[in-house]
Structure formats: C-alpha cells, structure tokens
C-alpha cells in the first residue's frame, strides 16, 4: 500500500493541473479549443496570391535585413513623419483560418471569433539617430480576440505546475511506470511517470525526438522542505534525421551559434529563475526552487529565501529584472556581450492585465576569435579594426536610447471587462542601425536560422503530428 492511500491523501496530478486552467474545472474543454485554434491557425491557413506574395518579399527582404528595400517597396503605405505601414488580417472560420493583407476593398474581421486579429506594421526612417548615420524605426502593433483566456489562465496554470512539483506533492505520486526517458531517476522519474499518464502520445513523440535530462529534489533549508528543479533539453538527431532530415540539418548547421544565459531576478537581487539557450548539445536550461505552488527565490549562494516566495497566480504587481549573457560565434569570430539588462513589469487587476518588456542596458560587446579557424587567434585579436566594436555598441546605444527616446521594448495588455470577450493588444518597438557591416553579420545569422520552403513543409508536418497527439490525449483525459 503506498502512503498515499493509507494517508487517504491525493496527489496533485497532471489530469488535475489541466483540469483547473479553467474555471469550474473545465481546463480539459478549454484546451481542446485552444488545440483546434492552434490547428486551423499553424496548419489550415489559407490567403490569397496578393498575401503570399507579400509574403514571399518580407521574407527574401529579412533574410538580407535590407530595410530601405522594404521601406521603399509598393506595399509600404506612405503615412506622415516618414512613417510607412501595412496591415494584416487573420479571420477565423470553422474549417480553416484567413490570413490577409488589409485593404481598402477588403471586409473587415468581425474580431468576435477566437484568434480573430489585425496587425500593422510600421516602418520609419531616420537620418540622423543618436550614434550618428541612418537608422530606422520598426514597430508592431496587433489586437487579438483571445475569448475567456487572458493573462490570469496563464498564471493559473503556471501556479498548478508548481502545485505539482510541491514537495509533499511528488513524495505522493504514484503513477504506473512509464517507457519514457528512461535516463530520469529519482523524484523526477515520479514526474515523467505522471506526465505520460496523462499524455501518452505527447509523451512518445518528445521521447522520440528528445533528449530530456531532468534534476528534481526534494531538499531543506533550516528544516523547511523545498523542491529543487533543473530541467535540461536536446535533440536526438538520429531519429529527427530519419523522420524530418531538413530539420535535423537545419540544428546541425546552427550547432555552436549562440549561447544565451538569463539569470531573472527580484528587485532584492536574487535569482528566481535561471535559463540557458544554447545551440550545442542540451540547448534549453531550466532551473527554479519551488514549494506551495511558488517561486522561491535563491540568494547568492543558492540558499533559498522563503520569505519572497510567491504564486504566479496571486501576483498583481511586480517588477523585476532578467540579466542576460550572450556569446555569438560568426565565421570564427566570437562576439561577447557579458550582461544586456531586460526590466520586466506585471500588473493584474479585475479590468485586465499587463506584461510590459523593456532593454535597459547592454554592456559593450567584445570580438576575438580565429577567422575560418586560418589564422591564429592572437593574430586575427591584434587586426581586429577598432571601429568593428564601436559599431555594434553603437547599434546597442540606438536600441536602448533611440526610438524617439523611448528604446527598445514589448508589450502585452489584456482587457478583460468583457469576460466572454477579451482582447489582447500586442505592441513592439525599437530601432535599428543600417550599415553594410551589421547587414552583412545578420545575413551570416539569417542564412543558418532562416529555412528554405522544404523545412517550413517539414516543421508544418512536425505540428500537425504534434496537435493530433495533443488532442488524442485530451480526449482521453475529458472521459
């Protein structure tokens, strides 16, 4: 008999955590719909030949970051102050989804659909920005008709991920075990098995192309039991090469690109999550204390401080910071930028909520390296040109301080007053430097990240796969 049943004590499942995503534990009906959302919105999209042609030049222009091309283009709408825009729609329907380019002849989106949007993109030159030379000013504004889903789902469910990992919770679980990443003992290998309980499907297609390594333990700090969690993500490419061969060569040719930490911090300074991006073998890093279904934060020496726990549900203000360090490998050169300083600040109120992102700082970036691996690294270091630097910090000061004063930032702002009927407004903004040395190191960037149509086919393949496991697994958990 296992403790939780002479206890008469039940564990905080998976089924429970879906369940409670929605009110009056509907979350099983509220994921489905979300699931055939995401159905007709990545995979039966359909548009019309003006559209994919747009689309077709916005992504040849990208690729090369040529933004005078685009600025100058016929689908760039003049506007006054320099400013040039274009605007889409996507309509929802039953079968499939609409993605249009808005014109003046074309119907309007009733936005009373889930996923019914508008977005406008905007363009501006400017002469004279505050390093000096051309730059311009790019923006993104968008409203969503998101039904009853707003912010507070989002919290919700993040909350009954933590309520899971619980410590008096996981001691608890007891589901059957499962076939799946094997390689996970201890009181992860409770968590694997739960997950697959729910999600089978779900569990064998990740367990097909992933590598998961997972760390869960249960610990104490001054005798107050706490749950600590790294979570670390790769790919098996033998078996994404035998299935999706375009995808597989699309990671192997990003292998060793880019490496990105982000230590988020409270206002006191201490650390509450801590991720690593990174394009060699584990590229996703996840680490957090937990218990209670909250955050806890950990100090300098990675004790954890009880006292700035907190519920991702019951916030309704918060501020805090997420320190970024980021390494760039191009042609050999390695760019080096120890700390770009994101603010971040949530807001929640029975009106709606916010989840504003703003670019406060970027340390000044440094450049060594072996070009192509030919020359030796204190040879290239002492030819490197001074000005090279000076360029990509002046690129960092224009996003920080451009924009007409205003930076670099993104926000999200959901309006809630209609409960049946929420909106979503999305916005971004910031400035660009435009110059043939920093166009020339994004092509280099957008050659390896961008994919070719054979790729976009097999990610389409990937997702079909992926939501129909989803659903076979929600349909399940809904009998």
Not at 94 to 104: D, K
Not at 109 to 129: A, I, Q, S, V
Not at 398 to 418: C, K, M, P, Q, Y
Request: a neutral charge; glycine letters at 8%; charged letters at 20%.
């Amino acid at each position: 008999m296992t403790l939780a049943a002479w206890m008469n004590v039940a564990a905080y499942s998976f089924d429970d955590a879906v369940r409670d995503i929605a009110p009056g534990h509907s979350g099983v009906e509220a994921m489905k719909e979300i699931a055939s959302v995401l159905d007709r919105t990545s995979v039966k999209v359909t548009t019309n030949p003006e559209t994919e042609e747009f689309f077709a030049f916005v992504r040849k222009t990208l690729e090369q970051f040529d933004f005078m091309k685009l600025y100058r283009s016929r689908y760039c709408k003049n506007m006054n102050n320099g400013l040039c825009s274009v605007a889409l729609q996507g309509c929802g329907g039953e079968q499939a989804y609409s993605v249009m380019m808005e014109t003046p002849e074309s119907d309007r989106c009733p936005m009373k659909r889930l996923w019914d949007f508008r977005t406008e993109y905007g363009l501006k030159r400017n002469e004279h920005n505050v390093a000096g030379g051309q730059s311009f000013i790019a923006s993104v504004s968008s409203r969503t008709a998101t039904g009853h889903y707003s912010h507070r789902n989002m919290m919700g469910f993040i909350t009954s991920m933590l309520r899971i990992l619980d410590p008096a919770n996981v001691r608890i679980l007891h589901a059957p075990e499962a076939p799946v990443f094997t390689s996970i003992g201890g009181d992860g290998r409770k968590i694997v098995n739960d997950f697959h309980r729910s999600f089978p499907r779900v569990s064998d297609l990740f367990n097909r192309y992933a590598n998961l390594h997972s760390v869960v333990e249960l610990k104490t700090h001054n005798g107050v039991p706490y749950t600590s969690c790294e979570f670390k993500y790769g790919y098996r490419l033998n078996n994404l090469a035998a299935d999706y061969p375009r995808i597989a060569k699309s990671i192997n040719e990003i292998r060793g690109l880019y490496r990105i930490t982000m230590d988020v911090k409270n206002p006191r300074g201490n650390t509450f999550l801590y991720l690593v991006f990174d394009s060699r073998e584990e590229v996703f890093t996840m680490s957090c204390y937990t218990r209670h279904g909250k955050l806890v934060p950990r100090d300098g020496s990675n004790n954890p401080v009880f006292a700035e726990e907190f519920s991702p549900a019951s916030l309704a203000d918060i501020s805090y910071r997420a320190v970024l360090g980021m390494v760039h490998s191009v042609h050999g050169l390695n760019f080096s930028t120890p700390a770009t300083t994101i603010g971040f600040s949530y807001r929640s109120s029975p009106a709606g909520g916010s989840w504003r992102i703003k670019l406060l700082e970027v340390s000044r970036t440094s450049i060594t390296g072996s070009y192509y691996d030919i020359l030796p690294p204190w040879l290239i270091d002492a030819f490197i040109p001074g000005d090279m630097e000076q360029m990509i910090n002046d690129f960092s000061r224009i996003l920080i301080h451009g924009n007409e004063g205003n930076g670099a930032g993104v926000s999200f702002e959901w309006d809630t007053r209609n409960p049946s009927g929420v909106m979503l407004d999305f916005r971004a903004a910031g400035e660009f430097m435009d110059n043939q040395f920093l166009r020339y190191g994004l092509k280099v960037w957008s050659r390896k990240t961008f994919g070719d149509k054979q790729l976009g086919m097999e990610f389409k393949r990937l997702r079909v796969a992926m939501i129909s496991s989803f659903m076979d697994d929600l349909n399940m958990l809904g009998r």
